[in-house]
Protein backbone atom coordinates (compact mmCIF):
# COMPACT_ATOMS: atom_id res chain seq x y z
CA UNK A 1 0.00 0.00 0.00
CA UNK A 2 1.68 3.49 -0.94
CA UNK A 3 2.03 6.34 1.51
CA UNK A 4 -0.78 8.14 -0.61
CA UNK A 5 -3.05 5.56 0.22
CA UNK A 6 -1.96 5.14 3.45
CA UNK A 7 -2.70 8.66 4.12
CA UNK A 8 -5.54 8.82 2.35
CA UNK A 9 -7.45 5.90 5.17
CA UNK A 10 -6.55 8.02 7.70
CA UNK A 11 -7.95 11.13 6.98
CA UNK A 12 -11.02 9.25 5.89
CA UNK A 13 -10.89 7.51 9.36
CA UNK A 14 -10.47 11.16 11.06
CA UNK A 15 -13.52 12.13 9.65
CA UNK A 16 -15.50 9.53 10.04
CA UNK A 17 -14.65 9.88 13.86
CA UNK A 18 -15.03 12.96 14.21
CA UNK A 19 -18.37 13.34 12.76
CA UNK A 20 -19.23 10.17 15.48
CA UNK A 21 -18.05 12.29 17.95
CA UNK A 22 -20.18 15.33 17.01
CA UNK A 23 -23.01 13.16 17.12
CA UNK A 24 -22.63 12.20 20.88
CA UNK A 25 -21.67 15.65 21.89
CA UNK A 26 -24.43 16.49 20.71
CA UNK A 27 -26.91 14.43 22.37
CA UNK A 28 -25.03 15.26 25.10
CA UNK A 29 -25.75 18.70 24.70
CA UNK A 30 -29.80 18.73 24.36
CA UNK A 31 -30.03 15.74 27.23
CA UNK A 32 -33.27 15.97 28.61
CA UNK A 33 -33.77 16.91 32.46
CA UNK A 34 -37.32 16.23 33.35
CA UNK A 35 -37.16 18.36 36.58
CA UNK A 36 -36.16 21.69 34.41
CA UNK A 37 -39.32 24.17 34.30
CA UNK A 38 -38.93 24.13 30.47
CA UNK A 39 -39.80 20.60 30.60
CA UNK A 40 -42.67 20.92 33.51
CA UNK A 41 -43.65 23.59 31.25
CA UNK A 42 -44.13 22.04 28.24
CA UNK A 43 -45.94 18.97 29.79
CA UNK A 44 -48.71 21.37 31.48
CA UNK A 45 -48.91 22.81 27.75
CA UNK A 46 -49.08 20.15 25.59
CA UNK A 47 -52.94 19.22 25.82
CA UNK A 48 -53.54 22.38 24.40
CA UNK A 49 -52.02 21.36 21.21
CA UNK A 50 -52.86 17.75 20.80
CA UNK A 51 -55.54 15.91 18.76
CA UNK A 52 -57.56 13.12 18.82
CA UNK A 53 -57.91 10.60 15.49
CA UNK A 54 -61.21 9.78 14.15
CA UNK A 55 -62.08 6.75 12.40
CA UNK A 56 -63.52 6.21 9.08
CA UNK A 57 -67.16 5.87 9.40
CA UNK A 58 -70.65 6.16 7.30
CA UNK A 59 -72.62 8.82 8.16
CA UNK A 60 -76.01 8.49 8.17
CA UNK A 61 -76.45 11.48 5.73
CA UNK A 62 -73.02 12.06 4.30
CA UNK A 63 -72.30 8.49 3.67
CA UNK A 64 -68.45 7.32 3.43
CA UNK A 65 -66.41 9.63 5.55
CA UNK A 66 -62.27 9.57 5.64
CA UNK A 67 -61.32 9.67 9.00
CA UNK A 68 -58.09 12.14 10.11
CA UNK A 69 -54.97 11.44 12.09
CA UNK A 70 -54.86 12.92 15.67
CA UNK A 71 -51.88 14.76 17.18
CA UNK A 72 -49.65 13.78 20.29
CA UNK A 73 -46.69 16.50 21.57
CA UNK A 74 -43.34 14.38 22.17
CA UNK A 75 -42.64 16.16 24.86
CA UNK A 76 -38.80 15.03 25.17
CA UNK A 77 -38.40 16.11 21.53
CA UNK A 78 -40.07 19.44 22.16
CA UNK A 79 -37.32 19.96 24.73
CA UNK A 80 -34.73 18.90 22.81
CA UNK A 81 -36.11 21.70 20.18
CA UNK A 82 -36.70 24.40 22.52
CA UNK A 83 -33.56 23.52 24.79
CA UNK A 84 -31.10 25.91 22.95
CA UNK A 85 -32.94 29.29 23.96
CA UNK A 86 -33.86 27.68 27.56
CA UNK A 87 -37.43 29.27 26.57
CA UNK A 88 -41.02 27.58 25.99
CA UNK A 89 -42.27 28.82 22.48
CA UNK A 90 -45.34 26.33 20.85
CA UNK A 91 -44.30 27.25 17.59
CA UNK A 92 -41.00 24.76 18.57
CA UNK A 93 -43.71 21.56 19.93
CA UNK A 94 -42.61 18.51 17.99
CA UNK A 95 -45.99 16.09 17.44
CA UNK A 96 -46.74 12.27 17.05
CA UNK A 97 -48.96 11.75 14.48
CA UNK A 98 -51.95 9.41 15.36
CA UNK A 99 -53.35 7.60 12.96
CA UNK A 100 -57.01 6.11 12.68
CA UNK A 101 -57.79 3.25 13.41
CA UNK A 102 -60.54 2.82 10.86
CA UNK A 103 -60.19 3.61 7.20
CA UNK A 104 -61.90 4.35 4.26
CA UNK A 105 -60.25 0.78 2.87
CA UNK A 106 -61.54 -0.91 5.60
CA UNK A 107 -65.49 0.26 5.35
CA UNK A 108 -68.31 -1.18 2.89
CA UNK A 109 -69.38 -0.31 -0.20
CA UNK A 110 -71.29 3.37 0.09
CA UNK A 111 -70.98 7.06 -1.97
CA UNK A 112 -68.64 9.43 -0.81
CA UNK A 113 -69.70 13.13 -0.57
CA UNK A 114 -67.01 15.44 1.09
CA UNK A 115 -64.00 15.23 2.62
CA UNK A 116 -63.74 14.87 6.63
CA UNK A 117 -65.69 18.10 8.23
CA UNK A 118 -62.10 18.96 10.11
CA UNK A 119 -59.91 19.40 6.77
CA UNK A 120 -59.78 23.31 5.71
CA UNK A 121 -59.61 22.12 1.73
CA UNK A 122 -62.14 21.78 -0.91
CA UNK A 123 -61.80 19.70 -4.53
CA UNK A 124 -62.79 20.24 -7.76
CA UNK A 125 -64.56 17.68 -9.59
CA UNK A 126 -64.79 18.03 -13.33
CA UNK A 127 -67.31 15.94 -15.14
CA UNK A 128 -66.82 14.93 -18.68
CA UNK A 129 -68.86 13.91 -21.48
CA UNK A 130 -68.75 16.99 -23.59
CA UNK A 131 -67.37 20.28 -23.75
CA UNK A 132 -64.09 19.14 -24.80
CA UNK A 133 -63.52 22.78 -26.64
CA UNK A 134 -63.08 24.20 -23.18
CA UNK A 135 -61.06 22.05 -21.69
CA UNK A 136 -57.15 22.80 -22.45
CA UNK A 137 -57.94 26.45 -21.59
CA UNK A 138 -59.05 24.93 -18.05
CA UNK A 139 -56.30 23.22 -17.44
CA UNK A 140 -54.15 26.14 -18.84
CA UNK A 141 -56.08 28.19 -15.97
CA UNK A 142 -55.88 25.37 -13.03
CA UNK A 143 -52.12 25.31 -13.91
CA UNK A 144 -51.43 29.02 -13.62
CA UNK A 145 -52.81 28.82 -10.24
CA UNK A 146 -51.37 25.36 -9.30
CA UNK A 147 -54.51 24.07 -8.48
CA UNK A 148 -54.81 19.82 -9.33
CA UNK A 149 -58.47 18.82 -9.95
CA UNK A 150 -59.70 15.76 -10.78
CA UNK A 151 -61.57 14.97 -14.44
CA UNK A 152 -64.34 11.63 -14.78
CA UNK A 153 -64.28 11.62 -17.88
CA UNK A 154 -66.93 9.19 -19.75
CA UNK A 155 -65.38 6.15 -22.06
CA UNK A 156 -66.80 7.07 -25.01
CA UNK A 157 -65.54 10.43 -25.21
CA UNK A 158 -62.32 9.06 -23.84
CA UNK A 159 -62.34 7.41 -26.89
CA UNK A 160 -63.41 10.13 -29.41
CA UNK A 161 -60.26 12.35 -27.82
CA UNK A 162 -57.53 10.66 -26.80
CA UNK A 163 -55.15 13.91 -26.80
CA UNK A 164 -57.31 15.62 -24.32
CA UNK A 165 -57.26 12.38 -21.45
CA UNK A 166 -52.97 12.44 -21.77
CA UNK A 167 -52.96 15.91 -22.01
CA UNK A 168 -54.89 16.14 -18.07
CA UNK A 169 -53.06 13.01 -17.20
CA UNK A 170 -49.77 14.59 -18.27
CA UNK A 171 -50.63 17.56 -16.09
CA UNK A 172 -51.08 15.98 -12.88
CA UNK A 173 -54.60 15.95 -12.44
CA UNK A 174 -56.43 12.86 -11.52
CA UNK A 175 -58.36 11.17 -13.58
CA UNK A 176 -61.85 8.85 -12.82
CA UNK A 177 -64.28 7.37 -14.12
CA UNK A 178 -67.66 8.89 -15.23
CA UNK A 179 -69.33 5.54 -16.89
CA UNK A 180 -69.67 4.89 -20.66
CA UNK A 181 -71.80 6.67 -23.17
CA UNK A 182 -73.24 8.69 -19.73
CA UNK A 183 -76.60 6.41 -18.59
CA UNK A 184 -78.21 6.47 -16.01
CA UNK A 185 -76.65 3.98 -13.54
CA UNK A 186 -79.71 4.10 -11.26
CA UNK A 187 -81.83 2.07 -13.92
CA UNK A 188 -79.29 -0.64 -14.39
CA UNK A 189 -79.24 -4.42 -13.03
CA UNK A 190 -75.51 -4.82 -11.38
CA UNK A 191 -74.43 -6.80 -14.19
CA UNK A 192 -75.04 -3.95 -16.78
CA UNK A 193 -73.59 -1.60 -14.27
CA UNK A 194 -69.88 -3.79 -14.45
CA UNK A 195 -70.34 -4.10 -17.96
CA UNK A 196 -70.61 -0.17 -18.47
CA UNK A 197 -67.69 0.13 -16.18
CA UNK A 198 -65.62 -2.06 -16.97
CA UNK A 199 -65.83 -0.57 -20.74
CA UNK A 200 -64.53 2.82 -19.13
CA UNK A 201 -62.06 1.39 -17.07
CA UNK A 202 -60.26 -0.66 -20.35
CA UNK A 203 -60.27 2.54 -22.28
CA UNK A 204 -58.97 4.80 -19.66
CA UNK A 205 -56.55 2.39 -18.01
CA UNK A 206 -55.17 1.89 -21.88
CA UNK A 207 -54.51 6.08 -21.99
CA UNK A 208 -52.88 6.04 -18.81
CA UNK A 209 -51.42 3.08 -17.24
CA UNK A 210 -53.32 3.76 -14.20
CA UNK A 211 -55.69 2.02 -12.18
CA UNK A 212 -58.89 4.17 -11.95
CA UNK A 213 -59.42 4.69 -8.42
CA UNK A 214 -62.74 6.96 -8.82
CA UNK A 215 -65.90 6.85 -10.26
CA UNK A 216 -68.58 9.59 -10.83
CA UNK A 217 -72.17 8.56 -11.78
CA UNK A 218 -73.51 9.95 -14.29
CA UNK A 219 -75.83 13.22 -12.66
CA UNK A 220 -75.55 11.34 -9.82
CA UNK A 221 -77.64 8.68 -10.72
CA UNK A 222 -76.88 5.40 -8.99
CA UNK A 223 -78.32 2.50 -7.04
CA UNK A 224 -77.41 0.09 -4.06
CA UNK A 225 -75.31 -2.28 -7.32
CA UNK A 226 -74.12 0.50 -8.89
CA UNK A 227 -71.77 1.45 -5.91
CA UNK A 228 -71.04 -2.43 -4.85
CA UNK A 229 -69.60 -2.47 -8.45
CA UNK A 230 -67.50 0.07 -8.35
CA UNK A 231 -66.14 -0.92 -4.75
CA UNK A 232 -65.49 -4.77 -6.18
CA UNK A 233 -63.86 -3.12 -9.00
CA UNK A 234 -61.45 -0.82 -6.47
CA UNK A 235 -63.30 2.64 -7.02
CA UNK A 236 -64.89 4.60 -4.86
CA UNK A 237 -67.70 6.22 -5.60
CA UNK A 238 -67.96 9.85 -5.41
CA UNK A 239 -70.55 12.35 -5.69
CA UNK A 240 -70.55 16.26 -4.52
CA UNK A 241 -71.35 19.00 -1.74
CA UNK A 242 -71.50 21.59 -4.20
CA UNK A 243 -73.07 22.40 -7.81
CA UNK A 244 -72.65 24.56 -9.81
CA UNK A 245 -74.91 23.93 -12.22
CA UNK A 246 -72.98 25.50 -15.30
CA UNK A 247 -74.39 23.55 -17.92
CA UNK A 248 -77.60 25.54 -17.40
CA UNK A 249 -75.12 28.68 -18.43
CA UNK A 250 -75.70 30.71 -15.65
CA UNK A 251 -73.68 34.23 -15.39
CA UNK A 252 -70.41 34.61 -13.98
CA UNK A 253 -72.24 36.10 -10.81
CA UNK A 254 -74.62 33.21 -10.18
CA UNK A 255 -71.82 30.67 -10.49
CA UNK A 256 -69.19 32.35 -7.63
CA UNK A 257 -72.19 33.05 -6.08
CA UNK A 258 -73.25 29.61 -5.83
CA UNK A 259 -70.06 28.06 -4.93
CA UNK A 260 -68.74 30.78 -2.52
CA UNK A 261 -72.24 31.38 -0.60
CA UNK A 262 -72.06 27.13 -0.11
CA UNK A 263 -68.49 26.94 0.85
CA UNK A 264 -67.59 24.23 3.52
CA UNK A 265 -64.53 22.08 4.96
CA UNK A 266 -63.94 18.85 3.17
CA UNK A 267 -66.25 20.38 0.14
CA UNK A 268 -66.59 18.47 -3.30
CA UNK A 269 -67.24 21.34 -6.16
CA UNK A 270 -68.85 19.93 -8.87
CA UNK A 271 -68.41 21.63 -12.68
CA UNK A 272 -68.02 20.71 -16.37
CA UNK A 273 -66.21 22.38 -19.36
CA UNK A 274 -68.33 25.03 -20.24
CA UNK A 275 -67.75 28.78 -21.10
CA UNK A 276 -68.71 30.12 -18.02
CA UNK A 277 -66.68 27.88 -16.62
CA UNK A 278 -63.89 29.33 -17.72
CA UNK A 279 -64.78 32.41 -17.69
CA UNK A 280 -65.17 32.20 -13.83
CA UNK A 281 -62.32 29.79 -12.97
CA UNK A 282 -59.45 32.42 -11.77
CA UNK A 283 -62.25 34.30 -9.52
CA UNK A 284 -63.23 30.91 -8.39
CA UNK A 285 -60.03 30.25 -7.24
CA UNK A 286 -58.91 33.00 -5.57
CA UNK A 287 -62.40 33.74 -3.82
CA UNK A 288 -62.02 30.32 -2.32
CA UNK A 289 -58.60 30.73 -1.54
CA UNK A 290 -59.08 34.51 0.29
CA UNK A 291 -61.67 31.94 2.17
CA UNK A 292 -58.64 30.13 3.66
CA UNK A 293 -59.25 26.96 1.92
CA UNK A 294 -56.60 25.31 0.01
CA UNK A 295 -57.66 23.71 -3.27
CA UNK A 296 -56.79 19.82 -3.04
CA UNK A 297 -56.84 17.07 -5.34
CA UNK A 298 -59.17 14.76 -4.47
CA UNK A 299 -56.80 11.76 -2.78
CA UNK A 300 -54.99 13.84 -0.81
CA UNK A 301 -58.93 15.74 0.10
CA UNK A 302 -60.11 12.00 0.91
CA UNK A 303 -56.65 11.41 3.09
CA UNK A 304 -56.47 11.33 6.48
CA UNK A 305 -54.14 14.22 6.63
CA UNK A 306 -55.39 17.29 7.91
Not at 62 to 79: M, N
Not at 94 to 102: M, N
Not at 143 to 162: E, L, R, S
Amino acid sequence: MSFRVVGLFFIVLSFFTGVGLAFVTNNEAVSVNTDSSLYQKISEEKSKYELEAEDAKIDSVWKKTPGIVGRRVDVEASYKNMKKKGTYDPKKLVFKLIKPDVSLTDLPPSPIYRGHPDKVAVSFLINVSWGEEFIPEMIEILNKHQVKATFFIDGAFANDFTDLVQMIEEEGHTIGSHGYRHKDMAKMTKADAEANLTQADEILFALTKEKIRYFAPPSGSYNDGTVEVAHEMGMETILWTVDTIDWKKPTEAVLLSRVMNKLHNGATILMHPTQVTVDSLPDLIEGIQKEGYRIAALPRLLSEER
